[in-house]
């Protein structure tokens, strides 16, 4: 059974960081790109940042958090890592992870990704 599961959100003024960490099972983690997503309030949920699977870590990130975004993968403990600094209100949603079966890039369509975790909750106060 292929778990993902989300965590290291929370409440954060504007200008703070937060490291989000996504933690699989029950899959080969080093053969799955990995993607973060969010949804805001009232929105549709949007790609943010995603790693290839493979040696060449290839990355994606949308536009509004280039510069200010990280993602990161560490095989050997099976997690996918989204370094999130310089906090804006905008960014308040629930982040997801979802994995996505090889691929040799990184993918936006969150309808490819066959596996999701709950989501963690982050929100930035002004």
């Known amino acids: 059974q292929v778990q993902l599961v989300e965590s290291g959100g929370g409440l954060v003024q504007t200008g703070g960081s937060l490291r989000l960490s996504c933690a699989a099972s029950g899959l080969r983690f080093s053969s799955y790109t990995m993607g973060w997503f969010r949804q805001a309030p009232g929105k549709e949920r949007e790609f943010v940042a995603g790693?290839?699977?493979?040696?060449?870590?290839?990355?994606d990130y949308v536009e509004s958090v280039k510069g200010r975004f990280t993602i990161s993968r560490d095989n050997a403990k099976n997690t996918v890592y989204l370094q999130i600094n310089s906090l804006k209100p905008e960014d308040t949603a629930v982040y997801y992870c979802?994995?996505?079966?090889?691929?040799?890039?990184?993918?936006?369509?969150?309808?490819?990704?066959?596996?999701w975790g709950q989501g963690t909750q982050v929100t930035v106060s002004s």
């Open positions: 979802a994995a996505k079966y090889m691929g040799l890039q990184v993918v936006r369509d969150d309808r490819q990704y066959q596996f």
């Open positions: 790693i290839a699977f493979g040696w060449s870590g290839t990355t």
